[in-house]
Nanobody
Framework: QVQLVESGGGLVQAGGSLRLSCAAS????????MGWFRQAPGKERECVAA????????TYPASVKGRFTISRDNAKNTVYLQMNSLKHEDAAVYCC?????????????????WGQGTQVTVSS
């Protein structure tokens, strides 16, 4: 089992940048593919980034590709989400997700564990 704790959310101006972090408990972090999801009010939770166990493979939806970058540091049991050129539509609660094994947690049904989430607000 793994526990996930996000940090780094907050208020940022449109066009600005923010980096989210997700710290995982346990000794088997490198066994988990990781992902970031977001959910805005009235909308479904969607995956915005996912990364393989070694970091060698990543995936993004078109809405964030080129602006968001997911990375991980297995020595620190941490996954990051660098968000640049933020838009108003990026405002949401961002959650970290983990899936044991090789399959990327790129959809909700593929997630084994969730973090509690961190709020990202984008102002004008």
């Amino acid at each position: 089992q793994v526990q996930l704790v996000e940090s780094g959310g907050g208020l940022v101006q449109a066009g600005g940048s923010l980096r989210l972090s997700c710290a995982a408990s346990g000794r088997t972090f490198s066994s988990y593919a990781m992902g970031w999801f977001r959910q805005a009010p009235g909308k479904e939770r969607e995956c915005v980034a996912a990364i393989s166990r070694t970091g060698g493979s990543t995936t993004y939806p078109a809405s964030v590709k080129g602006r968001f970058t997911i990375s991980r540091d297995n020595a620190k049991n941490t996954v990051y989400l660098q968000m640049n050129s933020l838009k108003h539509e990026d405002a949401a609660v961002y959650c970290c997700a983990a899936r044991l094994g090789v399959v990327l947690p790129s959809s909700r049904r593929r997630v084994d564990y969730w973090g509690q989430g961190t709020q990202v607000t984008v102002s004008s």
